[in-house]
């Protein structure tokens, strides 16, 4: 499995990016798809998780309800949507797959992981 994650860039606070990763897999639904971000002197954290049909999903308390994950399995792609960014959401971010179905936030539990975007949000 193959993941690259596209669409990060530069953004003032209160502004929206799209970030999206592309696997290259024949069997992409068969995958729970995560988004996951690094700050610089930071341990790598939990963004949030979408399950194999994209009807299940799952959050840090710091993004609900500002940041939304979805997914296209026809496009064997997966999307993190981010509004009202802050500050404190500036970091590199990855996307990473896991076959089992279960929505983890805890970083080894995934087995695939992409080369990451670099969000930076200014205050």
């Known amino acids: 499995v193959q993941l690259q994650a596209s669409g990060g860039g530069w953004v003032q606070a209160g502004g929206s990016l799209r970030l999206s990763c592309a696997a290259s897999?024949?069997?992409?639904?068969?995958?729970?798809m995560a988004w996951f971000r690094q700050a610089p002197g930071k341990e790598r954290e939990f963004v949030a998780a979408?399950?194999?049909?994209?009807?299940?999903?799952r959050y840090a308390d710091s993004v609900k309800g500002r940041l939304s994950i979805s997914r296209d399995n026809a496009k064997n792609t997966v999307y993190l949507q981010m509004n009202s960014l802050k500050p404190e959401d500036a970091a590199v971010y990855y996307c990473?797959?896991?076959?089992?179905?279960?929505?983890?936030?805890?970083?080894?539990?995934?087995?695939?992981w992409g080369q990451g975007t670099q969000v930076t949000v200014s205050s």
């Open positions: 990473a797959a896991r076959s089992r179905n279960i929505l983890s936030d805890y970083a080894p539990g995934y087995d695939y």
């Open positions: 897999v024949r069997t992409f639904r068969g995958y729970v």
């Open positions: 979408i399950g194999w049909s994209g009807g299940t999903t």
